[in-house]
């Protein structure tokens, strides 16, 4: 598909409503935060000594986010565990938060089990489900949203809720302390700039047509580069990866040798709030990419702020993965290769 602007044709392609849940993205962001800061958490909440957060696939998308925005400032030892059972260090002191927008994801239900044996304080995010029944059952405090404003039900497009809201639950909780106002002056900029974003996305991606997107990023950023990486895999149906500076910098330059005239393509996510260390190494290795004679596409964010900065990043590789999906003429919502593998793992 070439016309991204035929909407009978879209709707042919997407018919559970990927485009329509990804234009309501800035929509569902301001609302689960304005949601999530209703939600009252016992104060005994900010004694905790270590945090593990449990979930699988985009229900992570918080956790990789949130480690990426706090940095070197994250005030106390952090976890994630995507498999079924909780490390044999988490006791009292340990809040696991377990998020699963569907809420019935048997590996964070199992984690879920092991908080009640090990005693661990808990916080949940989802949707419904046994996870949310769990949460009442045991008295847990829960953000449980209604979706409404991801109309299509994927999950990866339920970024609003399971990013903003994991943020807001463990601000509540004073576990990570965040002004209201810094993300509220955030998000009131990405409404004044998201359409531009996605002109953006719908012109960028005629570029990653029959190549493999290689991404590049830092710092607060390194969070994005997964949920881009996975929105490519899931939605784009193509093959992505992603590498963080400046670990990259320490392997990845001699792997740029081979092979020759590969379908690589490196995508640049670039700030100004990169610390000046990794501005340096970021046009270094752009420097090197090139001298190994291979594409390079850049993203520089235009934010005020840190949190500007993963909004962009979030809605541009949400636009971008969209549409890189429909000239493909694949249905963005479906995956169909993860239910095979789902429906032969159970039966």
């Given at each position: 598909?070439?016309?991204?602007?035929?909407?009978?044709?879209?709707?042919?392609?997407?018919?559970?409503?990927?485009?329509?849940?990804?234009?309501?993205?800035?929509?569902?962001?301001?609302?689960?935060?304005?949601?999530?800061?209703?939600?009252?958490?016992?104060?005994?909440?900010?004694?905790?000594?270590?945090?593990?957060?449990?979930?699988?696939?985009?229900?992570?998308?918080?956790?990789?986010?949130?480690?990426?925005?706090?940095?070197?400032?994250?005030?106390?030892?952090?976890?994630?565990?995507?498999?079924?059972?909780?490390?044999?260090?988490?006791?009292?002191?340990?809040?696991?938060?377990?998020?699963?927008?569907?809420?019935?994801?048997?590996?964070?239900?199992?984690?879920?089990?092991?908080?009640?044996?090990?005693?661990?304080?808990?916080?949940?995010?989802?949707?419904?489900?046994?996870?949310?029944?769990?949460?009442?059952?045991?008295?847990?405090?829960?953000?449980?949203?209604?979706?409404?404003?991801?109309?299509?039900?994927?999950?990866?497009?339920?970024?609003?809720?399971?990013?903003?809201?994991?943020?807001?639950?463990?601000?509540?909780?004073?576990?990570?302390?965040?002004?209201?106002?810094?993300?509220?002056?955030?998000?009131?900029?990405?409404?004044?700039?998201?359409?531009?974003?996605?002109?953006?996305?719908?012109?960028?991606?005629?570029?990653y047509l029959d190549k493999i997107p290689v991404i590049f990023c830092a710092e607060h950023l390194s969070g994005n580069a997964q949920i881009l990486r996975n929105q490519f895999n899931e939605t784009s149906k193509t093959f992505s990866a992603y590498y963080l500076i400046p670990d990259l910098n320490h392997h990845l330059m001699e792997?740029?040798?081979?092979?020759?005239n590969s379908k690589l393509v490196f995508l640049i996510i670039d700030s100004q709030d990169y610390s000046p260390k990794a501005r340096k190494r970021v046009e270094l290795t752009k420097d090197v990419i090139l001298k190994n004679n291979h594409e390079i596409l850049e993203f520089k964010t235009s934010g005020q702020t840190i949190y500007?900065?993963?909004?962009?990043?979030?809605?541009?590789?949400?636009?971008?993965?969209?549409?890189?999906?429909?000239?493909?003429?694949?249905?963005?919502?479906?995956?169909?290769?993860?239910?095979?593998?789902?429906?032969?793992?159970?039966?």
């Amino acid at each position: 598909m070439q016309d991204l602007n035929n909407t009978d044709e879209i709707k042919k392609l997407d018919p559970q409503g990927t485009y329509e849940s990804t234009d309501l993205m800035v929509k569902q962001l301001k609302g689960a935060w304005k949601e999530v800061n209703t939600i009252k958490i016992p104060s005994d909440y900010k004694n905790v000594k270590k945090v593990v957060f449990c979930g699988m696939g985009a229900s992570i998308y918080g956790a990789l986010v949130l480690k990426a925005l706090l940095g070197k400032n994250i005030t106390f030892p952090t976890e994630t565990v995507t498999d079924y059972h909780l490390p044999e260090y988490a006791k009292e002191d340990t809040l696991v938060v377990l998020t699963s927008y569907s809420g019935n994801t048997e590996e964070v239900l199992s984690c879920a089990e092991d908080t009640l044996v090990k005693k661990c304080k808990a916080l949940i995010l989802t949707k419904g489900g046994r996870l949310a029944e769990f949460a009442k059952k045991n008295n847990v405090p829960a953000y449980v949203f209604d979706g409404k404003l991801n109309p299509s039900g994927v999950p990866r497009l339920g970024n609003g809720y399971s990013v903003l809201g994991l943020i807001g639950l463990l601000n509540n909780a004073g576990i990570i302390s965040i002004e209201d106002k810094q993300i509220d002056e955030a998000l009131i900029r990405l409404g004044d700039k998201y359409q531009d974003l996605k002109k953006r996305a719908m012109v960028d991606s005629e570029k990653y047509l029959d190549k493999i997107p290689v991404i590049f990023c830092a710092e607060h950023l390194s969070g994005n580069a997964q949920i881009l990486r996975n929105q490519f895999n899931e939605t784009s149906k193509t093959f992505s990866a992603y590498y963080l500076i400046p670990d990259l910098n320490h392997h990845l330059m001699e792997g740029l040798q081979f092979p020759n005239n590969s379908k690589l393509v490196f995508l640049i996510i670039d700030s100004q709030d990169y610390s000046p260390k990794a501005r340096k190494r970021v046009e270094l290795t752009k420097d090197v990419i090139l001298k190994n004679n291979h594409e390079i596409l850049e993203f520089k964010t235009s934010g005020q702020t840190i949190y500007d900065d993963f909004l962009e990043v979030l809605i541009y590789g949400s636009y971008l993965s969209l549409f890189v999906a429909l000239r493909y003429n694949q249905n963005p919502a479906i995956n169909p290769w993860v239910d095979y593998f789902k429906q032969n793992l159970s039966s």
